[in-house]
């Protein structure tokens, strides 16, 4: 693996204010990489600019509710505008509230479906016609293991956006591939980000003893993978969604 594998490359980060998304930014920026940070929470934002300032990267941060079709292709723009390029684009920004079936209200169906797949949606159609123009791209989105194998815990309307943003991952896969542009997603479970602060220390412990590696995952996992996906080096993988879950499930 090479340590500047994304010099000269700029990425686009949704959900970058934080958890997953922040950790990318900052470790694809050590590798060389213009990062434009991409969140709907300013103080957030705010964070992730000062790492990578203390890094030294070059970077911009854009504001913007991805569930906002307008917002989107403002910010594709304005990183267009800023860098000139866009490289890699990571779709990662997502929602997730906890409530059972019953307790599930439609404002929530369409929070959870605006943002985790219609965000989707939007950045990659606006990203398409930059990449064909240059003929190379990757985009890697951010799926779940409730996209797969269903929620348990969390609500419903979460699996189907994850299992939705797996069915468009092959769907984009398909289109982009002749023109040099690669789409995978992964399926990430168990990472201790804000979004999973309803997970009580019992549960997180429970969880950590039912996976065979016997830890939770780490935001350094996500983002090892993410940016081989990112990479050159995973040119010849298109359409997957990479399970990582330390073997709880597989497929
Ligand atoms: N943590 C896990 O165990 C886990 C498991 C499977 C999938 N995921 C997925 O990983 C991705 C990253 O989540 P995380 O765990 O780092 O959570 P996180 O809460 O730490 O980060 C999510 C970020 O997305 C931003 N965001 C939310 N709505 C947005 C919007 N409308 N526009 C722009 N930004 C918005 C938030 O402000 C936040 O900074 C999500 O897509 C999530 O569904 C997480």
Redesign the pocket.
């Known amino acids: 693996m090479r340590a500047d594998r994304f010099t000269g490359k700029v990425v686009f980060i ?2 970058a ?5 922040q950790r990318l930014a900052l470790d694809m920026a050590r590798e060389g990489a213009k990062v434009v940070v ?4 300013q103080g ?1 934002l705010t964070e992730t600019i000062s790492l990578l300032d203390a890094i030294g990267g070059q970077s911009l941060q854009i504001l ?4 906002d079709c307008a917002q989107v292709e403002q910010a594709i723009g304005q990183a267009i505008q800023e860098f000139g390029q866009l490289d890699i684009l990571v779709n ?5 509230r906890s409530a059972t079936i019953e307790e599930t209200s439609n404002e929530l169906i369409d929070q959870t479906l605006d ?2 797949i219609k ?1 989707v949606l939007y950045a990659i159609r606006a990203a398409t016609p930059i990449m064909k123009r240059q003929g190379h791209g990757r985009i890697v989105n ?1 799926a ?2 409730t996209g797969k194998n269903g929620d348990n815990s969390t609500t419903f309307a979460y699996g189907a956006s994850k299992g939705a943003v797996i069915a468009l991952t092959r769907s984009v896969a398909r289109q982009l591939g002749p023109f040099g542009i690669t789409c995978n997603a992964i399926a ?4 201790m ?4 602060t309803y997970w009580d220390d019992e549960k997180k412990q429970a969880m950590a003893d039912k996976i065979p590696v016997k830890r939770l ?1 780490t ?1 350094e996992d996500m983002s090892h993978l993410m940016m081989f996906l990112a990479s050159d080096e995973s040119s010849f993988i298109n359409g997957e969604t990479i399970n990582i879950n330390g073997g709880y499930y597989m497929d």
């Open positions: 949704t959900g204010g934080q958890g997953m998304g991409v969140d709907i929470d957030a913007c509710d991805v569930a990662n920004a997502g929602l997730l943002i985790n965000g951010v779940s293991i990430p479970h168990a990472v980000t804000s979004m999973m995952g935001v």
